[in-house]
């Protein structure tokens, strides 16, 4: 069974840091890209970065380049995404994707 479990997220200032992760199973971890989404509540969800089979090669939104930092461990079967410098417009629900499956999303909130 395919399936992306991702890490608990939580409630940080504005300025501070957040890593997410997210655990697959149940496919070749290592042959596939992976993808990290935010959603807000009304709008659509949007793609925030994504990382080669690989590792080397990442893509980032414009809205969080500079800023956020994804990266995977194939030995673990883990991808990341590192959060620094947040702003309350980081706020979202967070999501993984990989193989065509949805992570089950996890709450970020960055007070002001």
């Known amino acids: 069974q395919v399936q992306l479990v991702e890490s608990e997220g939580g409630l940080v200032q504005t300025g501070g840091s957040l890593r997410l992760s997210c655990a697959a199973s149940?496919?070749?971890?290592?042959?596939?890209?992976m993808y990290w989404y935010r959603q807000v509540p009304g709008k659509e969800r949007e793609l925030v970065a994504f990382?080669?089979?690989?590792?080397?090669?990442?893509t980032y939104a414009d809205s969080v380049r500079g800023r956020f930092t994804i990266s995977r461990d194939n030995t673990k079967n883990t991808v990341y995404l590192q959060m620094n410098e947040m702003k309350p417009e980081d706020t979202a629900v967070y999501y993984c994707r990989g193989s065509g499956v949805w992570g089950q999303g996890t709450q970020v909130t960055v007070s002001s």
């Open positions: 990382i080669g089979s690989t590792g080397l090669s990442t």
């Open positions: 149940g496919f070749t971890f290592s042959s596939y890209v």
